[in-house]
């Protein structure tokens, strides 16, 4: 695919969306970075009769920025960890050389059942113009495809933007880990924060048609 951006305004026709092949695209670093005014936080109370957990937004004294540069392991396409994952995007081809300008990658959890989305990233010169919905929408159409019960991704409390995109997506928050990326993820007001998004919700671990 050859599109410049400076001359062909982008859509979020599922047409721009192409298969970023394992061979081509292995180890293509993923720019996760964002600036951030609020973030989600997560109030914990313990009691010999129940547990408790609220996540209340607030907004930060100032605005705070996260890089790839502050994490031992920067995203990437094709990581090994991910065995099976296949991405998809948009990328740029200029004297034939290839910038990816948007992607999502996919691996199956296969003992669950569900589809894992592990990356989604879109250029900043690309918001606002469908291309996250159109990403998630052939996330949604491999995971009906593969009978999975459910997708589920990870993002962060204080990443706000994108816990707004994934609900009006569909998605529900299953759950959170506090200690994900530091001891002090509470603290740093950067807790993991779980979320999923329902193909079936009266189906067990296996799918119908995936029972032998």
Same mark, same amino acid.
């Given at each position: 695919?050859?599109? *410049?951006?400076?001359?062909?305004?982008? %859509? =979020?026709?599922?047409?721009?969306?192409?298969?970023?092949?394992?061979?081509?695209?292995?180890?293509?670093?993923?720019? /996760?970075?964002?600036? %951030?005014?609020?973030?989600?936080?997560?109030?914990? *109370?313990? =009691?010999?009769?129940?547990?408790?957990?609220? /996540? +209340?937004?607030?907004?930060?004294?100032?605005?705070?920025?996260?890089?790839?540069?502050?994490?031992?392991?920067?995203? &990437?396409?094709?990581?090994?960890?991910?065995?099976?994952? #296949?991405?998809? &995007?948009?990328?740029?081809?200029?004297?034939?050389?290839? %910038? /990816? /300008?948007?992607?999502?990658? +996919?691996?199956?959890?296969?003992?669950?059942?569900?589809?894992?989305?592990? #990356?989604?990233?879109?250029?900043?010169?690309?918001?606002?113009? &469908?291309?996250?919905?159109?990403?998630?929408? $052939?996330? $949604? #159409?491999?995971?009906?495809?593969? &009978?999975?019960?459910?997708?589920?991704?990870?993002?962060? *409390?204080?990443? +706000?933007?994108?816990?707004?995109?994934?609900? =009006?997506?569909?998605?529900?928050?299953?759950?959170?880990?506090?200690?994900?990326?530091?001891?002090?993820?509470?603290?740093?007001?950067?807790?993991?924060?779980?979320? +999923?998004?329902?193909?079936?919700?009266?189906?067990?671990?296996?799918?119908?048609?995936?029972?032998?």
């Amino acid at each position: 695919m050859n599109m *410049s951006l400076k001359n062909e305004p982008l %859509t =979020s026709s599922p047409g721009f969306i192409v298969a970023l092949p394992k061979e081509e695209w292995k180890g293509t670093p993923i720019l /996760m970075k964002y600036t %951030t005014e609020e973030y989600y936080d997560l109030e914990i *109370s313990e =009691s010999d009769e129940a547990f408790g957990a609220r /996540m +209340v937004r607030k907004k930060f004294e100032k605005p705070v920025t996260h890089t790839p540069e502050e994490y031992d392991f920067p995203d &990437g396409l094709y990581q090994d960890h991910w065995e099976n994952a #296949e991405a998809y &995007g948009i990328y740029t081809e200029e004297n034939g050389k290839k %910038t /990816m /300008m948007a992607c999502i990658e +996919v691996c199956p959890e296969e003992w669950s059942n569900r589809l894992m989305v592990t #990356e989604l990233w879109v250029h900043d010169s690309l918001h606002r113009q &469908g291309i996250g919905t159109a990403l998630m929408n $052939k996330a $949604k #159409e491999i995971a009906k495809a593969q &009978g999975r019960r459910a997708i589920i991704l990870e993002t962060q *409390s204080c990443n +706000v933007r994108a816990i707004a995109f994934y609900r =009006s997506q569909g998605f529900e928050l299953l759950g959170f880990d506090k200690c994900c990326y530091t001891n002090q993820d509470i603290e740093r007001h950067e807790i993991r924060f779980n979320f +999923v998004y329902y193909l079936d919700r009266r189906a067990g671990r296996w799918a119908e048609n995936n029972e032998k």
